[in-house]
């Protein structure tokens, strides 16, 4: 079955440690996109890439940066910058391009806490 | 700019009852309309969308949903609610034309809780 893979499920980070959490999909979308999700406050966007080698910032892109090196991946980095990590991470894609109107397929997602 | 609102943290309603989830929206132009569930430490499973056509959607488990022009409104619904059915739920919107990059505004979520 095709789908998206987020690795790991839980993450802990140390301070002033970069951490990366890895979004595979074997689903042939171009179109990639992180979320953060915190309590009450729905799904914010991060980066998102439409296609390889191209990615454009979110609405809450500091504190984080992304690749796009192949169509299947699409990493997120979390690095020092971020001052309040502790969220859910979701990952997502869409099948078609930027003017189509498909659902996005998402992820299972990262939990990241703080040590 | 466009924005979506769900103006309950939390529905409560009793098994066998109708339920109703709102959801209103702001967008210039013809919006995409989506909405989610979410299960405790799950990712986003789709429910239903309105692109156009007949304003009443139906969906995935019996859900349905109803699009209102004039009230900007987008409000899930389902005839006889299941315990099953408690979960966290998101209304989305995706731009229309030619600011469409496929990324999806959400609301804040509302909690559906249902009692036995």
């Known amino acids: 079955d095709g789908g998206i893979t987020q690795s790991p499920k839980y993450l802990f980070r140390k301070e002033g440690q970069n951490v990366t959490l890895s979004c595979e999909q074997n689903l042939n979308h171009d179109a990639m996109y992180w979320y953060r999700q915190d309590p009450g406050q729905g799904l914010r966007l991060i980066y998102y890439s439409q296609i390889v080698n191209d990615f454009q910032k979110g609405d809450i892109a500091e504190g984080y940066s992304v690749s796009r090196e192949k169509k299947e991946s699409f990493p997120l980095t979390v690095t020092s910058a971020q001052k309040n990590p502790t969220a859910f991470y979701l990952c997502?894609?869409?099948?078609?391009?930027?003017?189509?109107?498909?659902?996005?397929?998402f992820g299972d997602g990262t939990r990241l806490s703080i040590l | 700019a466009q924005s979506v609102a769900q103006p309950e943290d939390q529905v409560n309603v009793a098994e066998g009852n109708p339920l109703t989830v709102k959801c209103t929206y702001s967008?210039?132009?013809?919006?995409?309309l989506f909405w989610y569930v979410q299960y405790p430490n799950r990712g986003l499973q789709f429910l239903l969308k309105y692109i156009t056509g007949d304003n009443l959607v139906k969906g995935s488990y019996g859900f349905e949903a109803e699009f209102n022009k004039s009230q900007t409104s987008f409000h899930l619904k389902k005839p006889s609610a299941l315990v099953s059915d408690s979960a966290l739920y998101f209304c989305a919107v995706r731009g229309y034309g030619s600011s469409n990059t496929g990324k999806l505004i959400f609301g804040q979520g509302t909690t559906l809780q249902v009692k036995p």
């Open positions: 967008v210039s132009g013809n919006p995409y």
């Open positions: 997502a894609s869409i099948p078609d391009g930027p003017r189509g109107n498909q659902p996005q397929h």
